[in-house]
T-cell receptor, first 114, second 112 residues
Framework: NAGVTQTPKFRILKIGQSMTLQCTQDMNHNYMYWYRQDPGMGLKLIYYSVGAGITDKGEVPNGYNVSRSTTEDFPLRLELAAPSQTSVYFC?????????????FGPGTRLTVL | DAKTTQPPSMDCAEGRAANLPCNHSTISGNEYVYWYRQIHSQGPQYIIHGLKNNETNEMASLIITEDRKSSTLILPHATLRDTAVYYCIVRVRGGTASKLTFGTGTRLQVTL
């Protein structure tokens, strides 16, 4: 298994541009998550999904959108990029609900908005 | 989810045991203690988790106090590759989303 993969690894955007961060997992996990991590800080949850067709907001959803049309893919969309969205973005997946199993993380996408 | 408190940084000599403490004094009976680590510029990596018994795997040991208000992650023989930020997270056993709430963690520096 490749696990959780993210593309691109790096991206520079201009203010007002839009882009989609891709996330794919091949472990048939139902639960998927998007986090952002600002320099020197912990991760903050943006959006999550408990299965195909179901998404919900996390702690910091403003400025982002997601969709979950398949089990494998969970893209994150930035419509009007702002400098405050400069961050490292991590996608994660998890097999089951509940506290007794771990999340697997992708390698991250480093986004800079100028 | 219960809040956790960790020291911001620790040092450890290579080959020695690294003992990373975590305080979670408001933990509920149905909450697990999870440990993740993040090596520079990489995604977080799961280490271990436990409910009330001590746990051990190939990476580390987790010691949870009897009252469950604190825990210690033990890396028995730290190497330079263990230099990372270590996150202690308390997560409810049930629930539909299983979200993780990350704090700022402990930055462990392993030195020669």
């Amino acid at each position: 298994n490749a696990g959780v993969t993210q593309t691109p690894k790096f991206r520079i955007l201009k203010i007002g541009q839009s882009m989609t961060l891709q996330c794919t997992q091949d472990m048939n996990h139902n639960y998927m998550y998007w986090y952002r991590q600002d320099p020197g800080m912990g991760l903050k949850l943006i959006y999550y999904s408990v299965g195909a067709g179901i998404t919900d907001k996390g702690e910091v959803p403003n400025g982002y959108n997601v969709s979950r049309s398949t089990t494998e893919d969970f893209p994150l969309r930035l419509e009007l990029a702002a400098p405050s969205q400069t961050s490292v973005y991590f996608c994660a997946s998890k097999r089951l609900a509940g506290g007794d199993n771990e999340q697997f993380f992708g390698p991250g996408t480093r986004l800079t908005v100028l | 989810d219960a809040k956790t408190t960790q020291p911001p940084s620790m040092d450890c000599a290579e080959g020695r045991a690294a003992n990373l403490p975590c305080n979670h004094s408001t933990i509920s009976g149905n909450e697990y203690v999870y440990w993740y680590r993040q090596i520079h510029s990489q995604g977080p990596q799961y280490i271990i988790h436990g409910l009330k018994n001590n746990e051990t795997n190939e990476m580390a040991s987790l010691i949870i106090t009897e009252d469950r208000k604190s825990s210690t992650l033990i890396l028995p023989h730290a190497t330079l590759r263990d230099t990372a930020v270590y996150y202690c997270i308390v997560r409810v056993r049930g629930g539909t989303a299983s979200k993780l709430t990350f704090g700022t963690g402990t930055r462990l520096q392993v030195t020669l």
